[in-house]
């Protein structure tokens, strides 16, 4: 049943109120709390170059260079300079595009794309981009591939509030400190809706200087796109939807135009484009999704059958009044990630060329990972989070469990560890989602009853829960917003502002969690993160499924860490794949039956065993596999 009329306008009412609160709060708050009125438009031709953040991707260099606002007269031809010994060589050229966001302001975009193929990732190397007659210029540096190293490291942020429009000296200081290898802002990176230019200046103002010399991937969220909410639908029109298709494109190009190739580069409904990819640092591979455009909206919930359950709405996607079946405010068919994304996360789990790890990146967990918001109000149900639609939410996490992914996101406004399950717990992916940047509403987490085993941490409320939908998950660590650190980390303690540092050790195969609180010194030894932090997991932790059999041991002559691929044969579908650690594994499965085994990477060496018979977890049995991947 569709909302009726009524409830539609409400809904609409309030959504453009709150845009004008956010807007007009956002104003008076600049003059209070920034040293530069935060809608700075630069005047100096030399310095009208903001910031560049740039992937490198299968040989593909991919550059954004955000330009302020131009005047009539300056040229609009730019380029791309590297630096070899002591001259520069331009290596790509751009005419700076004056796309319309089609907003009240009238903005146009201001930016430069780059691309390169044939990239030599081998090397670092000084990059600049020059405008303007070469009057303004940017430098930075284009760092090689680090294919090397045993620890790939990711710092990770999410909403950059639009109650302080200051710049962030002590987060460039301690990611500087920190020298990761990928920066990954997961959304909300700009709060200020339709206004997106002003506060995406702002924002490479803010990070310019840690994204000029490091791969960056920024994925727009509700906020960036102009709205409270989001619930995409597949571009087509609804309730809390996108909105005009011009401003979100050309959001989109400011934000994800850098991002390697899309997967599948389609359109969705009206037009609106895609940037779900992925990108290899290292030997790390990240899919990059989007679990709000594909989104089904609230709207396929039928209202009255649900009141006739006794199920309460404070509004209409916060549940207050939760039913005894939580199944009930579930439909089946509605979508998460989508068939097109399903499709895309199947087919990067399954290749493993130069991989020994992966992660997915998204803008929020699967899961309802808070009881109260804002005031301190308790939701039973909070649609706006990954644990609704359950169905779609369970399909999500079982297409990534199948390559042992791990998963960082963002937007909850509290930061969380949770293990994630489908049929029980613990049998999937762990997420961490990491601390809002500057916190201004704030979330905690409050369960009122735990389900099952208690986790032994230094936080009172961890151990196995199930989320208002019925979704398993284990909380392993929390950051409430609490009065007692206030001023403990200087100004951002109370709020549990921060951000997070994820390490993944390609030789010993673990990944560390960190979360870092903003004002402390990282540098210092005994520099505190949060309670329950750092937490350390291994690769094979993200499919803790049990084993209802298992195949044989296999002992694999002629190659190391090799890549497993289990096929099911009874219905040919991929049960998971892994790069092993050493040269013998037993695989495990689900259930007794026939099954293919693969070995290796390289097309054309690749062994293949099949009918191999899944066997008792009391039985067992050796097989030899000799394979060459020379």
Known sequence: MKF????RISIRSAAVMLILLLVIVSGANAADNSTEAWMYREKDPAKKICFAPYTVHKGILKMTAQFYPLADGESRKTQLQIKYGKKWKTVARAIISEQPYNNLKKDLLWTANFRVENWDSSKTVPYRVVGIDGIATYKGTIRRDPIEKEEIVVAAFTGNGQFDRRMKPDIIANVKAQDPDLLFFSGDQVYDHHTHLDAWLLFGRQFGEIIKDRPTICIPDDHDVGLPNLWGNGGKPTLEGYGDPIYVKAVERAQTSNLPDPYDPTPIERGIGVYYTSLKIGRV??????????????????????????IT???????????????AIDVPNATMLGKRQLKFIEDWGTNWQGVDMKCALSQTIFAGGAHLHGNGSRLAM???????????RNRAIAAIRKAYAFHIAGDQH?????HHGIDEWNDSIYSFCVPSIFNHYPRWWSPLKREGRHIETPLPHTGEYLDGFGNLITMY????????RKNKFGEWGEKADGYGIVRFNVKKRTIKMECWPRGVDVTKPDAPQYIGWPITITQQDNYSRKAKAYLPKLIIKGTTDPVIQIIDEADNQTVYTLRISGNTFRPKVFHEGSYTIKIGETPGKIKVLKKIKALPPDQKKTLEVNISQN
């Open 4 to 7: 009726p009329n009524s409830t």
């Open 285 to 310: 591979d990240f899919a990059i999704l989007e679990d709000r455009k594909f989104k089904s909206n609230y709207e396929v919930l039928d209202i009255e059958a649900l009141k006739a359950k006794g």
């Open 313 to 327: 709405m404070s509004r209409a996607d916060h549940v207050k009044t939760a039913p005894l079946d939580p199944s």
């Open 382 to 392: 909070d649609l706006d989070s990954n644990g609704w639609p359950q169905s779609g």
């Open 414 to 418: 509290l930061a969380t560890v949770i």
């Open 477 to 484: 660590a929390y950051v409430n917003p609490d009065v007692k």
